[in-house]
Every structure is written in structure tokens, then in C-alpha cells.
């Protein structure tokens, strides 16, 4: 399974950004799609999740602010972020959780997790 994220980009605190992503492939379940971040330096924390039943969690520092929802194409995920802050630039990337597809060689593969590519978040002051 591959997962392609975008929306990412330069914005001036109190802005908003709105990121996507979608998951590709012969995609048989996915338990939940959902964003983590990492900052310079720090730890990948996670950010906001949304299970296949409409469960969403999210991290204290992004509550009230941020919002997951799922795209109208199965396997997507947005998540709007407003009210940004110079702390909230990072790394921002889409994570699907215990997905189950089939592989290119025709068997069915199910993994603990699937990463997609980082997409740039930068908050200015």
C-alpha cells in the first residue's frame, strides 16, 4: 500500500493548512488512517487519528485546533489545522494503521503499519 500526502507549506501564525492524504493500492482494510509530526529535533509524535469506524483521536496540543475527517475516496484522510503555531512546524506524515492489501506478487499482505513521504509544515512567527 502506498500513501501520498499533500497540503503542506509555509503559513504565518493564527493561518490555517489543510493536509491530504490517500491511500493507494487493492486495499482490503485499513483500521485507522492518521497523522503523526516530528519537529528538529524532537520525537515523532503523534498528531490526530481516525479509525475505519469514525473514531478520532487526537494529541492535547492540537485539540480544538485541528480537525480529521475521512475524504469522500475510501482510504483518504484530511486534516485541517487552524490556528497555527510556530510550534506546530514539522514533518507532517500520513500513517495507516494495520492495513491488509494485496501485494504486487498476488499475495495478501497484512502489516503492523504503512508510512507515507513527510509533507513540510512551517508556521511562522
Not at 501520498?4 to 507549506?9: L, P, V
Not at 486495499?27 to 509530526?37: D, E, F, T, V
Not at 528538529?40 to 485539540?63: C, F
Not at 480537525?67 to 485541517?80: C, D, E, F, M, P
Amino acid at each position: 500500500v502506498q500513501l501520498q500526502a499533500s497540503g503542506g507549506g509555509l503559513v504565518q501564525a493564527g493561518g490555517s493548512l489543510r493536509l491530504s492524504c490517500a491511500a493507494s493500492g487493492i486495499i482490503y482494510n485499513i483500521n485507522a488512517l492518521g497523522w503523526y509530526r516530528q519537529a528538529p529535533g524532537k520525537q515523532r509524535e503523534l498528531v490526530a487519528t481516525i479509525t475505519s469506524g469514525g473514531t478520532m483521536n487526537y494529541a492535547d496540543s492540537v485539540k480544538g485546533r485541528f480537525t480529521i475527517s475521512r475524504g469522500n475516496a475510501k482510504n483518504s484522510v484530511h486534516l485541517q489545522m487552524n490556528s497555527l503555531k510556530p510550534e506546530d512546524t514539522a514533518v507532517y506524515y500520513c500513517v495507516a494503521d494495520q492495513p491488509t492489501y494485496l501485494s504486487a506478487s498476488g499475495s495478501v499482505v497484512a502489516e503492523r503499519d504503512a508510512w507515507g513521504e513527510g509533507t513540510q509544515v512551517t508556521v511562522s512567527s
